[in-house]
């Protein structure tokens, strides 16, 4: 295997040798460009017990059934070097979300901006905002998000793990595309009762047989697995599906959940195949037709994850890498500021009491606002494969984002992850707004008009069909 070392060492004697006039000898293949080349990396993030699960929303962790992992690769030979890292926390926003890009980006000796760092959005897991817990610590407030020693512990952890990736690099030289249908877990919070009433309370666990007779509503019914292969020897597969990680949560036990367990079953197909999961946009999509809460369903789900990420990766077409370019687009989303949602309602909810999670909420909601308030622009950012495209979206966008992606390019495999950058919560399509979504209430720190904005952007973002 070739290190990251010896690729700078290369460079650098080609930049002399360009400067001496070609006084410097090189061989062929040193004088040739750097072949696009990955190296893969992981990391344990398991919080403490006693730390905050769901930004406080939730219990707190008092157990620790099954660690969280980052798992993620560094990508070689187009410019600077891109990072994806896919994260067993629920959420990842605002300053903290910079933190991520700005350690792992300085560890691979890129730049931050080719960070994308998404969220599996498991509940029982940690949120991290920093200036939200440093303004619950500044009001003394009982409720707790995040603990600031314990995040940066994790991050260098993580940036100390892409450091050492580099040490082995993979060529690669094709590109392979797969998907399968996942059968009985996703559906879409919104349904239609039998007397033809809209309700939006399809919740992870649903317990309400109306929720469980409806159908399946709006979902991406497809599990899509991204792959990098030397020749015919494969490097690492990437799977993706829309749908919320959640069997049942809130009781105590740190888990990476149901999609945690297909992971670690397929990795453990094919050791020396890197394989890693990721969530689509699934902010309006969950598991609550097929999921009560019992316990013993979360293996059954993940044995569905997992049968079809077997079968995306049987159902696998590899193309020859010709070119891969990366590009990253702004997008301005307008702060939610109707009554509740100004800033001083927010403060309001910082007032001393025994509602630890109202606290939380409001600290979210004023560190976005002075984000946003500042003019802050999010970006959307995409690798595209030329048969390929690989993109990123924000916090909790509705699964109509990936259907509407993957509309603008019909020509081509558009794989979507969602919860990138984590602080505006739910971002709802006009109809939802309109059809006065419950699930709105709160965690949902974006203006009304957003979906003019993703729609631009993801236009932007991905280009016209070839």
Same mark, same amino acid.
């Given at each position: 295997m070739t290190t990251q070392r010896e690729l700078t060492r290369r460079d650098a004697l080609g930049v002399l040798a360009a400067c001496l006039g070609g006084s410097l000898t090189l061989n062929a293949s040193a004088a040739e460009p750097a072949a696009y080349r990955v190296a893969t990396f992981t990391a344990d993030v398991t919080p403490p017990i006693g730390h905050a699960c769901m930004g406080g929303g939730i219990k707190p962790a008092e157990r620790i059934e099954d660690p969280l992992f980052v798992h993620?690769?560094?990508?070689?030979?187009?410019?600077?070097?891109v990072v994806l890292a896919s994260v067993d926390w629920c959420e990842i926003r605002n300053d903290a979300h910079d933190r991520w890009r700005e350690a792992l980006a300085e560890a691979a000796g890129t730049v931050r901006e080719r960070v994308l760092v998404s969220c599996i959005h498991q509940h029982d897991a940690p949120i991290a905002d920093l200036e939200a817990q440093r303004i619950l610590e500044k009001h003394k407030c009982v409720g707790s998000i995040c603990d600031l020693a314990f995040h940066e512990?994790?991050?260098?952890?993580?940036?100390?793990?892409?450091?050492?990736?580099?040490?082995?690099?993979?060529?690669?030289?094709?590109? @392979?595309?797969?998907?399968?249908?996942?059968?009985?877990?996703?559906s879409n919070r919104r349904y239609l009762t039998a007397d033809g009433k809209i309700t939006f309370g399809r919740t992870s666990a649903s317990r309400d047989p109306r929720a469980h007779e409806a159908d399946e509503g709006t979902i991406?019914?497809?599990?899509?697995?991204?792959?990098?292969?030397?020749?015919?020897?494969?490097?690492?597969?990437?799977?993706?599906?829309?749908?919320?990680?959640?069997?049942?949560?809130?009781?105590? @036990?740190?888990?990476?959940?149901?999609?945690?367990?297909?992971?670690?079953?397929?990795?453990?197909?094919?050791?020396?195949?890197?394989?890693?999961?990721?969530?689509?946009?699934?902010?309006?999509?969950?598991? @609550?037709?097929?999921?009560?809460?019992?316990?013993?369903?979360?293996?059954?789900?993940?044995?569905?994850?997992?049968?079809?990420?077997?079968?995306?990766?049987?159902?696998t077409e590899r193309r020859p890498i010709k070119n891969i370019e990366f590009r990253s687009v702004p997008m301005r989303l307008e702060p939610r500021d109707s009554a509740g949602f100004t800033v001083e309602d927010l403060t309001k909810k910082l007032a001393?009491?025994?509602?630890?999670?109202?606290?939380?909420?409001?600290?979210?909601?004023?560190?976005?606002?002075?984000?946003?308030?500042?003019?802050?622009?999010?970006?959307?950012?995409?690798?595209?494969?030329?048969?390929?495209?690989?993109?990123l979206?924000?916090?909790?966008?509705?699964?109509?984002?990936?259907?509407?992606?993957?509309?603008?390019?019909?020509?081509?495999?558009?794989?979507?992850l969602g919860y990138g950058e984590c602080a505006p919560g739910?971002?709802?399509?006009e109809k939802a707004v309109a059809e006065k979504d419950g699930n709105l209430g709160d965690w949902n720190w974006v203006a009304p008009g957003s979906e003019r904005a993703m729609t631009a952007a993801l236009e932007a973002a991905l280009g016209k069909p070839k």
């Open positions: 993620g690769f560094v990508l070689f030979g187009l410019g600077k070097p512990k994790a991050v260098q952890r993580v940036a100390r793990a892409v450091r050492d990736c580099l040490e082995k690099t993979s060529k690669i030289t094709h590109i @392979g595309t797969g998907q399968a249908k996942v059968e009985k877990v996703a991406d019914p497809w599990l899509k697995t991204l792959s990098f292969w030397d020749g015919d020897r494969p490097i690492l597969g990437l799977s993706c599906y829309a749908v919320h990680p959640m069997s049942y949560y809130g009781r105590g @036990g740190v888990s990476s959940d149901f999609t945690g367990i297909a992971r670690k079953r397929r990795q453990a197909d094919d050791p020396k195949v890197f394989q890693f999961y990721a969530s689509g946009c699934s902010g309006n999509v969950t598991a @609550g037709k097929f999921n009560d809460g019992a316990a013993e369903n979360r293996p059954v789900l993940g044995d569905r994850i997992y049968q079809a990420m077997a079968a995306a990766w049987k159902a001393p009491g025994p509602r630890g999670f109202t606290q939380c909420l409001g600290a979210l909601g004023l560190s976005w606002r002075k984000r946003a308030d500042a003019g802050y622009k999010l970006d959307v950012p995409v690798l595209d494969f030329g048969v390929a495209q690989l993109v979206m924000p916090a909790e966008s509705y699964v109509e984002y990936q259907l509407m992606a993957q509309k603008m390019r019909p020509d081509s495999f558009v794989m979507v739910y971002i709802p399509t």
